[in-house]
């Protein structure tokens, strides 16, 4: 049975965006969402509780208002230049005498998977099952009741700095709220960007984000690969400020009204106005400087993900290309650059499947927070639906480890 509402938070380095969804009879729809800039947070990592324990505050604050419910627990986006992600597989032989496969044993062959050795101060906060095998048979999605002597499963396990993981969810307790679910940014974005057919075919999903940059690789419907390179839009801007000498602010400015990814997409006569300082004139720059400027640091975000994942098999399978989305891939031919750096078509995600508020259905930016409402959602969903009479008990596509479990 699904809430009554859903609450997302999406706290990055440069905002803060948090969204209600409350359910009726269509469905679920956005009746509230907010949007600040954040605060205490670098590169994805809280690094001042007070100063992002108040902005987010202030975020839910305003959504709450607006769709006027008392918001007790979030489901929220985490991710950080900490983050990795690995692939394991587990077997277990049936008991004799026994064939059927039962939940336990589904059970007990997941947890297998996840007995990795990592470092003393990392922990597995998600894992997401891509499929079993029993016996030879492979690409099994639901092995409860299937008969065999041996239950195969490959999982995709997403690794963090355990302290991390526990300052963010400590910064929620003094705004006064729950972490109910922490989902990894790049698989929340999936559910509000890509199609099925997309995940499917393979394609690989990338969030350019203000600090850092996530991406996740999906086939066969299954994220095959993840992670996170410690890059993003602000690096672009700390370009601009160092190559014009102005300041970071009016290098933010300069990017976002008059700024190209690509140097060929700039006029060889155009020129921008630089903002200037204490009332005098900042002069003016050829647009195609300041594409030269913004190029090669695009190209590196793109060439830092191509060699985390252009190794693995999905991604030399990959039929639906590269998908854009996050605040950071509004900047004008960045599909050009990562259709060049890939070699593989580009496109441009907007977050879709919510009516309501307008503003928040069709604005990139807002990708992870709706995306992590139908996350949510579709939790919600698939415990209802395993729980009918004469289903047996689906816990294996539920999330397998709670964050909250981690510091209890």
Known sequence: MHPEFIVSLDLGTTKVAAVVGEFGEGGMKITGAAVL?????????VVDMEAAAACVGLALEKAGRMAEVDIQGVCAGFSGPGVRSINSRGVISLPDGRREV???????VVDSAGNVVLPSDMEIVDTAVLDFTVDKSRGIKDPVGMAGSRLGVEVHLVTAQAAGVENFVRMLEK???????LVFQPLACAHSVLTREEMESGCLLIDIGGGITDFALFHGGCVRASGVIPVGGNNISK??????????SAAEEIKLRYGLALESLAGEDETVLLPGSQGNSGGEVRKKIIAAIMEPRCEEIFSMIKASVSSTDWYKSMGAGVVLTGGGSRLMGMKSVASQVFGLPARKGMPEGLGGIPGVAVDESWSAAVGLLLFESDRFGRL????????PLGWMFDRLRRIASLFL
């Open 384 to 391: 209802a639906r395993l729980k009918r009479p004469g289903r």
């Open 175 to 181: 705004v006064g709220v729950d972490a109910l679910n």
């Open 37 to 45: 800039p954040s605060d205490g947070v670098k590169k994805g990592m």
């Open 102 to 108: 039962t939940a336990a044993d589904v059970r007990k």
């Open 239 to 248: 370009d601009l400020a160092i190559g014009l000498r102005i300041p970071e």
